[in-house]
């Protein structure tokens, strides 16, 4: 198994002499971990956070040994135990923006692994809000009218709004 061991081996000639010796043995792991990085396909779009103007991309969760299953695709396996996957950035990334994320995963023996994604285009997906007006229409009977607004109309966006 992985680690060190200690080991005691004795031999005995036919007088009944016994002659000992201890030894250690370190097994060590020189395989790299196996990674396949999220959003693995060419292009992929990723929505805005909700209300926002940008996308914050965090794959990494569990401590920093597996992939959020937000971020699809990824995987990673070491035959001794992965113990640490680093991501380079996590934005926040804007509207347009067209990136690649890229990640570093280690062992318990310190071999490592790499990877980046395809390329990531941040999209807004989000519909403005709108809020109508209060309005009060009064029509006269020589086809007239009088028309008072309340309250103004009101837009929102997490990105931009256009006319």
């Not at 980046?116 to 989000?126: F, K, L, M």
């Not at 009060?136 to 008072?148: D, E, G, K, P």
Request: aromatic fraction near 10%; glycine fraction near 8%.
């Amino acid at each position: 198994s992985y680690g060190e061991s200690s080991h005691t081996l004795s031999v005995s000639d036919l007088t009944g002499n016994v002659g000992e010796c201890t030894f250690t043995v370190y097994v060590h792991d020189t395989t790299p971990p196996t990674v396949t990085c999220p959003y693995s396909t060419n292009m992929t779009y990723v929505d805005t956070d909700s209300g926002e103007s940008y996308a914050t991309l965090n794959c990494v969760s569990n401590g920093g040994i597996t992939f959020r299953s937000s971020c699809p695709g990824g995987k990673v396996w070491d035959n001794i135990g992965v113990t640490e996957i680093d991501q380079y950035s996590t934005g926040p990334f804007s509207v347009g923006t067209v990136t690649k994320l890229q990640f570093d995963v280690y062992d318990l023996d310190g071999n490592y692994a790499s990877c980046s994604t395809g390329n990531i285009t941040i999209v807004d997906r989000q519909a403005p809000t709108i809020t109508c007006p209060n309005v009060l229409a009064t029509v006269s009977t020589n086809q007239s009218a009088n028309i008072t607004v309340y309250q103004p109309i009101g837009a929102l966006d997490n990105y931009t709004l256009s006319r």
